[in-house]
């Protein structure tokens, strides 16, 4: 098509055909570059991202496994992974679905603020976070508050921490009632 319109006798189908090679060469080089800095800077520094982050988590299994009895039962993100890596049972909160479908971020993260109650009333004894874990279903901007929520938490008491993995035991409820 190109090569008829560049040969036509009209010159406006020869300018049209000029537009179309200068629009498809511009979009080949964009995919070009994308793809380069894609190669060269992204996906590196994801994966040195991953890395430590699982790392973190790595460490953080390790601990569970050996600090904790084996009749541990936690609260963790992602349960059968957890399972797996320290053979401590866990059980997930999952973040209602109608919070993000309704996109009510303020319940999104107080549902993370209520994690100790939450295991407390599912006689759980730990508590595993890892805030990557939570990324799929949160909004990026209110990842920090989450953080923020459980690291905070005052029903938490910290037992294991290396980056963002933590493990952390339910404060005992006669000692929050003292407060």
Same mark, same amino acid.
């Given at each position: 098509?190109?090569?008829?319109?560049?040969?036509?006798?009209?010159?406006?189908?020869?300018?049209?055909?000029?537009?179309?090679?200068?629009?498809?060469?511009?979009?080949?080089?964009?995919?070009?570059?994308?793809?380069?800095?894609?190669?060269?800077?992204?996906?590196?520094?994801?994966?040195?991202?991953?890395?430590?982050?699982?790392?973190?988590?790595?460490?953080?299994?390790?601990?569970?496994?050996?600090?904790?009895?084996?009749?541990?039962?936690?609260?963790?993100?992602?349960?059968?992974?957890?399972?797996?890596?320290?053979?401590?049972?866990?059980?997930?909160?999952?973040?209602?679905?109608?919070?993000?479908?309704? #996109?009510?971020?303020? /319940? $999104?993260?107080? @549902?993370? !603020?209520?994690?100790?109650?939450? %295991?407390?009333?599912?006689?759980?004894?730990?508590?595993?976070?890892?805030?990557? #874990?939570?990324?799929? /279903? $949160?909004?990026? @901007?209110? !990842?920090?508050?989450?953080?923020? %929520?459980?690291?905070?938490?005052?029903?938490?008491?910290?037992?294991?921490?290396?980056?963002?993995?933590?493990?952390?035991?339910?404060?005992?409820?006669?000692?929050?009632?003292?407060?």
């Amino acid at each position: 098509m190109l090569r008829a319109g560049f040969q036509h006798q009209d010159r406006s189908q020869r300018v049209a055909a000029g537009f179309i090679l200068t629009a498809v060469g511009l979009v080949f080089g964009a995919c070009l570059v994308t793809q380069g800095y894609m190669d060269a800077v992204f996906m590196p520094e994801d994966a040195r991202q991953y890395r430590a982050y699982r790392d973190a988590q790595r460490e953080a299994y390790a601990w569970t496994r050996q600090q904790t009895p084996e009749s541990a039962l936690v609260l963790a993100q992602r349960d059968p992974l957890f399972y797996l890596e320290t053979e401590r049972h866990a059980i997930s909160r999952p973040i209602p679905p109608m919070h993000w479908y309704h #996109d009510d971020r303020k /319940a $999104v993260v107080d @549902s993370f !603020r209520t994690l100790a109650p939450f %295991a407390r009333a599912h006689k759980l004894d730990y508590v595993y976070y890892a805030g990557a #874990d939570f990324g799929w /279903a $949160v909004d990026p @901007s209110d !990842r920090s508050q989450i953080d923020e %929520a459980v690291r905070n938490n005052p029903e938490l008491s910290t037992r294991f921490r290396k980056g963002d993995a933590a493990v952390y035991t339910l404060q005992p409820a006669r000692v929050l009632a003292g407060n």
